[in-house]
């Protein structure tokens, strides 16, 4: 199953979501995010043969953020948003948290604002030696989206997160492996081999455990979905033009 910007290909009990932007770093359109969401809802639907997802970029990034000239059209229209409500690009992270297997981030480059979202809404992060980790939103007069406010601090700690969030700095795959942003730092020819073997290795579990263990790990964490909508208006009400 695939579209023109996001593809599924299946390995056994793995299902492989690959973001397919190449030429613009995989950076999040309206197009791309109804593509993904479609595929979100077919791995859903899929649970008990698809056990365990692994997301990852084409090319040379992972996910470079938001899609700067749909964002520039945005601002000529006076913020006309084309996605249907609850489809947008910033309910992405919710929906990952939503479906119920365990989501493997193969972050094979930039991951980038709400494309770094996108990484700490799954379960686990692995990454090339060449990815880079940046929540740049404060550069552009905002705060973060996507759920990044509450996912990120949940991974990596309060401080660290409001450095990232605060400073807008990009930070590399040693610095991510050290604060436990990510599981593991590969070279980059060997990064998807071993996410698979890793998503593999979870699928061998039972659906139903995988689903439990899922669910309550979730049970007391933070809400991605209202966590979004706090940061839509937070951003609407505080951020420049």
Not at 148 to 177: C, H, K, N, P, V
Not at 197 to 209: S, T
Request: hydrophobic share 45%; charged share 25%; aromatic share 4%.
């Amino acid at each position: 199953m695939s579209g023109d910007l996001a593809t599924l290909e299946t390995k056994g009990h793995v299902a492989i979501i690959t973001l397919n932007r190449p030429e613009k770093l995989n950076a999040l359109n309206d197009a791309l995010g109804a593509q993904l969401h479609d595929l979100l809802d077919d791995v859903d639907a899929a649970w008990s043969e698809l056990r365990v997802v692994m997301l990852t970029g084409a090319g040379r990034a992972f996910c470079a953020g938001g899609d700067a000239g749909q964002i520039a059209a945005r601002t000529v229209e006076g913020g006309a948003r084309n996605a249907p409500f609850g489809r947008e690009i910033i309910d992405l992270a919710p929906h990952l948290r939503r479906i119920p297997q365990p989501i493997v981030a193969a972050v094979n480059g930039p991951a980038i604002g709400a494309g770094l979202a996108l990484a700490c809404a799954c379960d686990l992060r692995v990454a090339a030696r060449s990815a880079r980790f940046t929540a740049p939103f404060i550069r552009y007069g905002l705060g973060p989206d996507t759920g990044l406010s509450q996912s990120l601090q949940r991974i990596i700690g309060a401080g660290r997160a409001s450095e990232m969030i605060f400073t807008g700095r990009s930070y590399d795959a040693a610095w991510a492996e050290r604060t436990g942003l990510i599981t593991a730092a590969f070279e980059d020819d060997e990064l998807v081999a071993r996410a698979v073997e890793l998503a593999a290795e979870i699928a061998q579990g039972v659906p139903r455990a995988l689903r439990a263990a899922k669910w309550s790990s979730d049970a007391l964490a933070p809400d991605l979905a209202q966590a979004a909508a706090v940061e839509r208006r937070s951003n609407r009400r505080f951020g420049d033009e």
